[in-house]
């Protein structure tokens, strides 16, 4: 009877193995990819001393964060939102999501951004 376990779980976990590689990958055109809409949520000083190239900044710290993001940001677009290392960006992230957007966080931030693979 173990046997028969034991055949059963590695038959059930193989067939799982295999569904997770038939992910289907999703791809964009390059004009949908330049539809991308970047945050940066630093300070400005942070945003200056370097940022990803076409990224919006917007302090979180501002007293008027909210009222500038809602300005400027489009409702229609998946907003990617970062800061240095991920939290000031997953702060940012719940307040314009619980605002009706749809945002995305850049886990480690711009550190992890710039830091190159090893």
């Known amino acids: 009877m173990k046997k028969y376990i034991v055949l059963f779980i590695l038959i059930s976990m193989n067939f799982a193995c295999s569904k997770i590689k038939e992910k289907p990958i999703t791809e964009v055109s390059q004009d949908e990819f330049k539809k991308v809409f970047l945050l940066d949520v630093r300070t400005p000083e942070e945003f200056s001393a370097g940022h990803i190239n076409n990224a919006l ?21 998946t907003i990617y939102v970062y800061c240095k290392v991920g939290g ?31």
């Not at 900044?57 to 677009?77: E, G, H, M, V, W």
């Open 57 to 77: 900044n917007i302090n979180l710290f501002d007293a008027d964060f909210i009222t500038k993001a809602q300005a400027q940001l489009p409702r229609k677009q």
């Open 88 to 118: 000031r960006s997953a702060k940012a992230s719940e307040e314009l999501a619980a605002l009706g957007y749809t945002v995305v966080n850049l886990q480690g931030g711009f550190d992890a951004y710039v830091k190159p693979k090893q």
